[in-house]
């Protein structure tokens, strides 16, 4: 990974590819790659992950250990997904078209997971990923655009081979896009609604960190959710996301698939989530490092190396499968 990270320096003039991506150099880089104002949110999304620790227990089977799972109907190898990031060169500052981004993702992680793509007011940042979907393999994520244009972007999505969508709702907090065209909105209980029954499909809705807005969301229909500060980019001084999971995870009671990200970086830190109660972890900046860095090559190794680290996670806790991992495989020291 060092030397992804050394090719992708030289490819970025925003993005420094930190050895460890915790929004600490980049605090304030919105737009680019950092966290919003003092970047609080990020650092703590990151920060707050190392205060779970996993607990090993060796007393176990030798039974063969997988890590796959079901998406949505479809099979994935591992719980861990490729989290939207659009707008390439305005935030990494990389000379990446946004299909060959998304091409690196889809050709990088091939048949073993799924890339989720983003989304702006140019409509090419949500539409020329869609040109790299395979059999349906990407999950596209519409910002929560004021109505006409929110269903004019939900038509062209259903014309697509996506079978499944996202909406990052909390992006109606990101001040370079309230004004111009088309503006973001914030959306009430009913506008969801109104979103899962014009998709006419799965949808997640991104951007959750409240029991309160996941029932609400589950209210709505939603499929599923991803519990998400946006990266930090959003607001700062929030919580983190895994502080919030656990008690979300109760409130939904498995009546919708719970996805997480921000800070997520290692496959114990992967370990660590589905312990707390989410189905799935989506992780962003690692992956566009190694996208821009080293193309697909970069991101097989990089989804290779956070397979590896779950498996040997997985081993070392008395896990054979997925299913197996529960709240008494880790311990929380913030309670
Ligand atoms: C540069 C950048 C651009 C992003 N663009 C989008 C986007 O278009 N849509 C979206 O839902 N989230 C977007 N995100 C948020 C990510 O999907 C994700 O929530 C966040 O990056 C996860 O945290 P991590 O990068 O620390 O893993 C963006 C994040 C970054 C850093």
Known sequence: MNDIREL?????SICKACKECNGIVCAGWTPGCGGKGNGSTFIRNVAKLKEVCVNMNVISSNEKLTCETDFFGSKVSLPVYVAPIGNIFVHYGANMS?????KALVDGVGKDTIVFTGDGQNIDVLMEPLKAVDDGWVVPTIKPWQND?????IDMIKSSKCSVCCSDIDAAGLTALKTGYPAVEFKDEKALKEIVEKANMPVIF???MTKDAAIKCMNAGASGIVISNHGGRVLQDACSTIEVLEE????VNGKMKIFIDGGFRSGSDVFKALALGADGVL???PFSIAAIGDGANGVRKYLDKIHEELKETMMMCGCRKISDINRDCVRVSWR
């Open 283 to 285: 992780i962003g900046r």
């Open 8 to 12: 992708a320096r030289s490819k970025m």
């Open 248 to 251: 979300i995870a109760t409130a």
């Open 98 to 102: 946004e299909y060959d981004y998304t």
């Open 149 to 153: 244009e929110m269903k004019k972007r």
């Open 206 to 208: 991104k951007g959750i």
